[in-house]
């Protein structure tokens, strides 16, 4: 058995899976490199722990997980998950934020974008064949926790080549979505 900490964004028990990423682990990310290569590249930007009681190709199987973004900024762009397809692209998954304020980023395989606002006790269903990727846009961590098929996989390599339909941006305090200019 596991003991969450649902608030905190935190998971205890044996087995729990770990990882983070920082400034320099999310080089291509961020739009303005300039401003990423100003900064310290040890800035915490964002933190996983999940579970995985089954194997990672267990068909039927489920997965469960928190993640914990930290606020902040990269030049106008707010600090945001990677973002991936699932590998097996029809898989869906839910995601619930339990503190803080953000947008989750929805691009289908066309590159047609939506999103959907998150705050304590949003619940957001990401369906199959649906790009997803968190930002925070407040002044706390954002905490989310996540519910996935054993099965589905990430597939990051796309977002990394073709980036998001769209990016959101800091403007004048408020957060702003706006269409990419880059992959
Ligand atoms: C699992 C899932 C989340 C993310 C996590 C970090 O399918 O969507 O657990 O893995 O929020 O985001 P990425 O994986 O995009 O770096
Ligand atoms: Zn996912």
């Not at 998950?81 to 980023?105: C, I, N, P, S, W």
């Amino acid at each position: 058995m596991m003991e969450l900490d649902w608030l905190g964004g935190k998971i205890a028990g044996e087995g729990v899976l770990r990882l983070s990423k920082k400034i320099r682990d999310l080089e291509d990310v961020f739009e303005d490199h300039a401003a990423w290569t100003s900064m310290d590249p040890e800035t915490l930007v964002y933190s996983v722990e999940w579970t995985q009681p089954t194997a990672q190709d267990n068909e039927g199987g489920l997965f469960w997980g928190v993640t914990v973004i930290e606020p902040g900024r990269v030049g106008e762009e707010f600090f945001m998950t990677r973002g991936h397809f699932h590998a097996k692209r029809d898989r869906g998954e839910y995601y619930t934020a339990v503190q803080g304020t953000g947008m989750l980023l929805l691009m289908d395989e066309s590159r047609s974008g939506r999103w959907e606002q998150m705050t304590p006790g949003s619940l957001h269903y990401i369906p199959g064949h649906t790009a997803h990727r968190v930002v925070n846009t407040g002044q706390d961590p954002l905490i989310f926790w996540a519910c996935w098929a054993s099965d589905a996989g990430h597939d990051y390599g796309t977002i990394q080549r073709e980036g998001f339909s769209h990016r959101v941006i800091a403007s004048e305090g408020s957060p702003r979505l706006v269409p990419s200019t880059q992959p």
